[in-house]
């Protein structure tokens, strides 16, 4: 069955790095899209990133363009998110999540997430 | 970007009661509009794609309906597990966009 599962959270200072991670089986890895989706303890969930299946074609939300970064190893399944220059309005739990065919474009939802990593910025 | 806008924000129901949750877009998305529940401490959960689209596994009771700006979920008969928050989110356009929720809760 479709599993994802997220890594890397934890505590970080404001302005510096984190790199995420989320490690996918029980599907085709290098055919789908992946994406990355946050949610602040307590709100709702939003949008952060888009890579393409074959990692040629990326989109970030504004909240986040420029200091994150999205990649993929469709050799290891893993999908990352490189997050620099954190501040505390990035402190969340991160889920990875898959869409929902194989393509090399996009269809923006979701099918399959993970179960989330929390990501604390604080001093 | 689109703004999407859900209401009501909370709701109280009893089970068996028919539950029905707006989502408005800023502009018009066609039929890219998507539902996930979401239950605390949990991942949220597809829902309805493309509007109307019942997601494989999904109980007959959940629907969708609407297309252009104005969307409605719709739960014929709540039952116990779905006491829950409900996001709807366009699929039109990168940035994706989510509305604020709805949480439904036991009146």
Known sequence: QVQLVESGGGVVQPGRSLRLSCAASGFTFGSFALHWVRQAPGKGLEWVAVISSDGTDESFADSVKGRFTISRDNYRNTLFLQMNSLRTEDSAVYYCAREPKPTRGFYYYFDYWGQGTLVTVSS | ?107
């Open chain 2, 1 to 107: 970007d689109i703004q999407m806008t859900q209401s009501p924000s909370s709701l109280s129901a009893s089970v068996g009661d028919r539950v029905t949750i707006t989502c408005r877009a800023s502009q018009s998305i066609r039929t890219y509009l998507n539902w996930y529940q979401q239950k605390p401490g949990k991942a949220p959960q597809l829902l309805i794609s493309d509007a109307s689209g019942l997601h494989s596994g999904v109980p007959s009771r959940f629907s969708g309906s609407g297309s252009g700006t104005d969307f409605t979920l719709t739960i014929s008969g709540l039952q116990p597990e779905d006491f829950a928050t409900y996001y709807c989110q366009q699929s039109f356009n990168s940035p994706l966009t989510f509305g604020g929720g709805t949480k439904v809760d036991f009146k």
